[in-house]
């Protein structure tokens, strides 16, 4: 098949490249600057305003391209609602009708946070599309490349992680796995014009507490987690934005989401589509040690 990939430069996206060129399929993914050359990858120039060449002659669209940190409202109906309109427009113009769009457990959300916000807008863009879509909400993504994650990791190596406030659960899935599930709705014949919501296979989830402390076993540290009320949390990103300033990771957007109680997939595909693969303690070591490579921790 040929696929038309946007994000493909980006975290996921880069996974989900590796995974349609292993199996045979010709790829088409959009770049603002000069790629490597890479046999069945076809880059096209251009962004989420003007897609139209990168659908032309596909046989399905995989839009994983989205803003998850923006200063302001405008910056993620710019990403994550105008660009999927985009990508539906140029899908429908091209008669391409089977489109894979991978959205966020946020939108289930949408009064928490601005992100969240977005990504439900765009979810209704896509149902309203009149294409073949199946929309995927992916729990927090890890693995290596991931830059999201890393700050829990840095955290990790020194002892103490911070945490949103006790008792809340979390969804987490290996990048490799959501890779996988994106490519199998693209080529294959299930989950039409529905939501998935896929995780690692841990019934209920993760208390933030555990998963902070299988990290420090990623890194080889014991780890005390540090539960903080949401208070603190809301002052913690006002100091990061006057640290940081627009490179701050936790936003008071972020913290909004960090708040809520429930981030646990609760729309998992069919078991006969598909089932993650691998083991979240083994992925998180596999993490780690991209990082320790690239000096990143």
């Not at 989420?48 to 998850?68: F, R």
């Not at 409202?73 to 999927?84: L, Q």
């Not at 933030?208 to 949401?230: E, K, W, Y």
């Amino acid at each position: 098949m040929i696929l038309a990939i946007t994000g493909a430069t980006g975290f996921v996206g880069s996974h989900l490249v590796d995974q349609a060129l292993a199996a045979g399929h010709q790829v088409r993914a959009m770049t603002r600057r000069e790629q490597p050359a890479r046999d069945g990858l076809t880059w096209v120039a251009g962004n989420l305003s003007g897609p139209g060449a990168l659908v032309e002659g596909a046989d399905a669209v995989i839009h994983v391209a989205g803003i998850v940190n923006a200063a302001d409202r405008a910056g993620f109906v710019s990403g994550n609602i105008d660009g999927t309109r985009s990508m539906i427009a140029a899908a429908n113009d091209a008669s391409v009708t089977r489109f894979i769009h991978v959205s966020s457990l946020a939108a289930r959300e949408p009064h928490l946070s601005d992100y969240g916000w977005s990504k439900l807008q765009a979810e209704r863009l896509v149902q309203l599309s009149g294409l073949d879509w199946t929309i995927v909400r992916p729990p927090a993504v890890f693995g290596p490349r991931d830059h999201e994650m890393l700050e829990l990791f840095r955290f990790a190596r020194r002892g103490i992680v911070p945490l949103p406030p006790r008792g809340n659960r979390m969804s987490v899935i290996a990048a490799d796995d959501l890779a996988r599930l994106l490519l199998t709705l693209a080529i294959g014949d299930g989950a039409h014009h529905l939501i998935v919501e896929p995780d690692d296979g841990r019934p209920g989830g993760w208390d933030h507490r555990d998963f902070a402390r299988a990290i420090g076993r990623a890194v080889g540290r014991r780890t005390i987690p540090l539960s903080m009320p949401g208070t603190l949390l809301s002052a913690g990103a006002r100091i990061d934005r006057m640290f940081r300033g627009a490179r701050a990771k936790l936003t008071p957007d972020r913290v909004g989401y960090f708040r809520h109680p429930d981030w646990v997939s609760h729309a998992l595909p069919s078991p006969a589509l598909w089932r993650a693969e691998h083991d979240t303690q083994r992925a998180l070591a596999d993490t780690a040690e991209w990082y320790r490579a690239n000096d990143l921790l």
